[in-house]
């Protein structure tokens, strides 16, 4: 249920933007899913795991970008070599 009257992307766009000004909104992506204020403790706890764990992986993915772009930056493509 939508109280805001707000389509998915607006509604994500909205707790971004909230979230940007430090307001603390957790969500969760189970049957339910949602956003919602933390009650207690271990719900932040929770949330905030679950988003360190996202982190974790989006960095690692770009480690492994980077990296790539390093090797490319050190090579020269065939035009190049043709020229």
């Known amino acids: ?30 049957r339910k899913g949602g956003y919602f204020k933390p009650a ?14 996202k982190a974790t992986g989006i960095f690692k993915a770009l480690r492994s970008a980077r990296r790539e772009l390093r090797e490319f930056e050190g090579q020269q493509s065939i035009e190049d070599i043709k020229k």
Do not use: H, K, P, W
């Open 40 to 53: 207690n403790r271990e719900e932040l706890q929770g949330f905030y795991n679950s988003m360190q764990s």
């Open 1 to 30: 249920m939508n109280l805001l009257n707000l389509n998915e992307r607006e509604l994500r766009e909205q707790v971004a933007a909230e979230r940007n000004r430090g307001v603390i909104i957790c969500s969760n992506t189970d």
